[in-house]
Nanobody, 134 residues
Framework: EVQLVESGGGLVQAGGSLRLSCAASGFSPDYYWIGWWRQAPGKEREGVSCIQISDGSLYTADSVKGRFTISSDNAKNTVYLQMRNLKPEDTAIYYC???????????????????????????WGKGTLVNVSS
């Protein structure tokens, strides 16, 4: 069974840090790119950061650049999102995705839509909540 499982979310004060994990099972992520997305209440899901597992190429959205860092541990089939200097506007459910048909690019992460299918990902996790208090 293919699964992406996010963990590491929680309640944190502004300025704090969290590290999210996305554990992949049931498929080999070597041929995929993994994306981190977030969705705040009443807003569309937006791309945060992604990594191409095969060559390590990265993309990070301007809104979090310098504060969020994506990395992967291929031996553990896990991708991490280290989040520092968190702000209340970072509050959202954070999702990871896996896709084999495209590449980790700004264009791929810039997709927005009303439905999950609009994003064109092969797999999605169920999300982990990050709540940043002011």
């Amino acid at each position: 069974e293919v699964q992406l499982v996010e963990s590491g979310g929680g309640l944190v004060q502004a300025g704090g840090s969290l590290r999210l994990s996305c554990a992949a099972s049931g498929f080999s992520p070597d041929y995929y790119w993994i994306g981190w997305w977030r969705q705040a209440p009443g807003k569309e899901r937006e791309g945060v950061s992604c990594i191409q597992i095969s060559d390590g190429s990265l993309y990070t959205a301007d809104s979090v650049k310098g504060r969020f860092t994506i990395s992967s541990d291929n031996a553990k089939n896990t991708v991490y999102l280290q989040m520092r200097n968190l702000k209340p506007e970072d509050t959202a459910i954070y999702y990871c995705s896996a896709d084999a048909w495209d590449r980790c690019t700004a264009q791929a992460m810039g997709v927005k839509g009303e439905n999950i299918a609009d994003y064109g990902m092969d797999y999605w996790g169920k999300g982990t909540l990050v709540n940043v208090s002011s």
